[in-house]
């Protein structure tokens, strides 16, 4: 395998799991101190359930590239404007919200359109 093909492999499953690990981090808001431990298990996994059906969808791209580039394009198309609303409804910052988009549904978008642009190379490498 040439050096470029593995970068286009290697880099969208290496930036999903940094972009899981990074939405993964907004979970640790579960742990407050006046509740009991077993609260805050519970709602710290709570808090998890997007970064494990994110994780899930990580496996199924890493078997079905084109497949799961489609989803995490459609996830970071998708989530944009809700995060941006969102945001934008708490902060009252055009510039803070889009900093945020970028931060949160960008690499998704990224990881959704290198997913696809490895899966057509694949392929182009494979038909003689």
């Known amino acids: 395998m040439k050096a470029s093909i593995k970068i286009i492999y290697w880099t ?4 999903c799991i940094l972009a899981i690990l990074f939405i993964s981090v907004f979970a640790l808001d579960a742990f407050q101190p006046n509740m009991s431990i077993w609260k805050q ?3 710290f996994l709570l808090h998890l359930i997007p970064s494990f059906i994110l994780l899930a969808f990580l496996i199924l791209a890493w078997k079905r590239e084109f497949i799961g580039g489609v989803i995490f394009l459609i996830i970071g198309i998708a989530f944009t404007p809700i995060v941006f609303k969102h945001n934008f409804a708490m902060n009252n910052s055009f510039y803070m919200s889009l900093g945020i988009v970028a931060a949160i549904t960008f690499p998704f978008i ?3 359109i290198l ?3 490895s899966f057509f190379l694949k392929k182009k490498r494979k038909t003689p």
Do not use: A, K
């Open 115 to 117: 997913f696809i642009l």
């Open 41 to 43: 298990i519970g709602d």
């Open 110 to 112: 990224v990881v959704g």
């Open 12 to 15: 969208p499953r290496v930036m």
